[in-house]
């Protein structure tokens, strides 16, 4: 079945730009979906369509897709940004959705 | 305003069963696929089911097919998890999330705060 790859964690400045990846088999050929969780929270969509921000979420956060990595960054980040973020895809082949295992941003 | 709202969750013994439910209110229902998906304690996000807006479907992961029956009752805009023969790895927190066009292979754009559900004799 499809994986997907993630960092277990993330660490950045305030003000600084985080780079979180997500990597897959030709990832770059499918649609990837980004949520962040705080805890005890639920997930939030942050990036959809690999590059697409939902209203209400902030351009700092942005997405891109190419070959076997999909890549979320947060640009001038605060410490509000602090979570959990998960990379997510349908994968056509099995009709399953696909979740990355997470990656733990933390702000230093 | 959207709103997904789950409910049913629990302590059950292993082997048995429960339903979860999800009260749907601020779209229209039937327009649109749903999911669920579950987070055990202190791990990641797992997606579990989900069921397109009429026809199609329903899909379900590996680890709970045969278990687990996903359906939706539209005239209630409710959205439904049945789940039997229940194991201790089913232990989690389910949350219900509304997916963005009426195929399950697209985003889920909301999400209701989930219900737990805890396995354990």
């Known amino acids: 079945s499809y994986v997907l790859t993630q960092p277990p964690s993330v660490s950045v400045a305030p003000g600084k730009t985080a780079t979180i990846t997500c990597g897959g088999h030709t990832i770059g050929t499918k649609t990837v979906h980004w949520y962040l969780q705080k805890p005890g929270q639920a997930p939030v969509l942050v990036i959809y369509y690999d590059t697409d921000r939902p209203s209400g979420i902030p351009e700092r956060f942005s997405g891109s897709n190419s070959g076997n990595t999909a890549t979320l960054t947060i640009s001038r980040v605060e410490a509000g940004d602090e979570a959990d973020y998960y990379c997510q895809l349908w994968d056509s082949s099995t009709a399953h959705v696909i979740f990355g295992g997470g990656t733990k941003l933390t702000v230093l | 305003e959207v709103q997904l709202v789950e409910s049913g969750g629990g302590l059950i013994q292993p082997g048995g069963s429960l339903r979860l439910s999800c009260a749907a209110s601020?779209?229209?229902?039937?327009?649109?696929?749903m999911s669920w998906v579950r987070q055990a304690p202190g791990k990641g996000l797992e997606w579990v089911s989900s069921i397109s807006s009429s026809v199609g479907g329903p899909y379900y992961a590996d680890s709970v097919k045969g278990r687990f029956a996903i359906s939706r009752d539209n005239s209630k805009n409710t959205l439904y998890l049945q789940m039997n023969s229940l194991r201790a790895e089913d232990t989690a927190v389910y949350f219900c999330?509304?997916?963005?066009?009426?195929?399950?292979?697209?985003?889920?754009?909301?999400w209701g705060q989930g219900t737990p559900v805890t396995v354990s004799s």
């Open positions: 999330a509304k997916n963005l066009k009426a195929v399950p292979a697209t985003v889920m754009d909301y």
């Open positions: 601020g779209f229209t229902f039937n327009m649109f696929a």
